[in-house]
């Protein structure tokens, strides 16, 4: 698509304020960098992406279970994770216009992107990329807390309670959907990079000798999902990790990368952690966080495969692969093809006229199809603008009440993608709507 629309970035944009999905946070002060709010269609939109991936790791599986754990959390776990002594960037200044860059971003690292003045920068210092906090009323060190930069922490720390009460043996997973927050250096792209985002993320514990097999089946099945979800594989590739690139717990990493508009970008992190997680957080808790394998009479701290994605910028590289646009009858028709179980609405009701008998019978229609299906309805302006809106927002289906269904108990059901339209009994439009849109 990016070839095809030099400014996609642009056009995805102003689509997403303009209708609804994001809008720039705190924007009637002046706006408050880097952080964005979902409006009325990218709440529901991300919500579907989100309870895409719960479907994939969760429902559609024995293996896996799911939890919520704290945002809030004690240095102790930050300490034994490594967070407080690695998870830091490159920090350099410019000493002529005072603007701060991450290093290891910089394309000219002798030259100021700002200024242009050259050999300005300051030495580089590491950068920790937690937000500290203090719980309580004091603000004092023995108040502090950090918000989780990653859900995974949570998962580690409750391995043992997990493991006792669901009864699991490895190999199984627990899974995670929530925030994480990253003081971020330089954010931006949109919501591809912010300092408040959300994470869906997967910790899949094995047995030692498994661990790299795992490793290969949980890139093969997550580069799957997107695949599934109606990102075309030219638009997707899996980068391995060099290894001065792996992280400090990771014997393995590879990215599923997106074809964004300013180039490949990672959408998810698929890592072999090894134990270090889990023999971290006995040493410096006190607890034990092993498997006993009765069947072998084994003892052993499980390895861990970790996908991790990227819940908000998952849903830019779904909006930006989804954009289209076309000419129909001499006029250019933007359309959304989005899945639709990503699609904000699945179906839109919209009575021909806004006179009365039309409204009536539009709203028992409404009614009908809105405990199945996630719904809007529209009565403004005439039907093919309505029509051009619902395509622009990436609804499915349109469902059409004019006069002849007020005597032939029919409505008119429309396919975005194809324009088709068809009469259906409205007995029979459930059914139809459940047949078109699995």
């Known amino acids: 698509m990016s070839q095809q629309f030099p400014d996609l970035i642009d056009r995805v944009v102003n689509l997403a304020k303009r209708r609804g999905f994001v809008y720039p946070s705190a924007e009637i ?134 493991l006792h009460t669901t009864r699991k043996k490895p190999p199984f997973g627990i899974a995670q959907v929530g925030k994480s927050f990253r003081n971020e250096i330089t954010p931006g792209n949109f919501v591809f990079r912010t300092r408040e985002f959300e994470q869906m993320e997967l910790e899949f514990f094995v047995p030692p000798a498994d661990a790299g097999q795992w490793y290969e089946y ?28 792996l992280s400090h717990y990771s014997s393995g990493t590879s990215d599923v990368e997106f074809a964004f508009p300013w180039g490949w970008g990672e959408l998810e992190g698929i890592a072999n952690r090894g134990d270090f997680d889990l023999k971290q957080h006995a040493t410096h808790s006190g607890q034990k966080l092993e498997f006993f394998d009765q069947g072998t009479n084994e003892r052993y701290v499980p390895h861990c495969i970790e996908p991790a994605a990227g819940a908000t910028r998952t849903m830019m590289a779904f909006l930006l692969s989804a954009y289209d646009e076309e000419e129909v009858n001499g006029e250019t028709r933007t359309v959304l093809r989005l899945h639709p179980r990503l699609a904000p609405y699945k179906v839109a009701i919209l009575p021909l006229s806004k006179k009365a008998e039309l409204s009536v019978k539009a709203r028992e229609v409404l009614k009908l199809v809105q405990p199945h299906f996630m719904c809007e309805y529209d009565e403004t302006q005439a039907i093919g603008r309505r029509y051009r809106r619902q395509d622009e927002i990436g609804t499915p289906l349109c469902v059409t009440v004019d006069f002849d269904s007020l005597e032939d108990h029919a409505v008119t059901v429309r396919e975005r993608d194809t324009m088709t339209q068809v009469r259906v009994p409205i007995a029979e439009l459930l059914a139809t709507l459940r047949d078109k849109l699995s």
Request: glycine fraction near 6%; hydrophobic fraction near 40%.
């Open 29 to 162: 002060y002046g706006g408050f960098r880097s952080t964005y709010d979902y409006g009325p269609l990218g709440a529901l939109m991300l919500r579907n992406v989100k309870d895409a991936w719960v479907r994939a790791m969760v429902q559609e599986r024995d293996d896996v279970v799911l939890i919520d754990a704290a945002i809030l959390g004690p240095p102790a776990i930050y300490e034994a994770s490594g967070h407080i002594a690695n998870f830091t960037d490159p920090l350099v200044d410019c000493k002529n216009c005072n603007q701060r860059f991450r290093e290891d971003q910089l394309p000219d690292r002798t030259t100021c992107p700002s200024c242009g003045k050259k050999d300005t920068f300051t030495e580089a210092r590491a950068f920790n990329l937690m937000f500290k906090t203090h719980a309580g009323p004091v603000a004092e060190d023995g108040a502090e807390c950090y918000l989780r930069p990653e859900t995974a922490q949570g998962m580690f720390v409750n391995f043992a309670n997990v």
């Open 218 to 245: 949980w890139i093969a099945e997550r580069l799957a999902w997107y695949h599934k979800l109606g990102i075309p594989s030219e638009q997707l590739r899996i980068r391995p990790h060099d290894a001065d690139e």
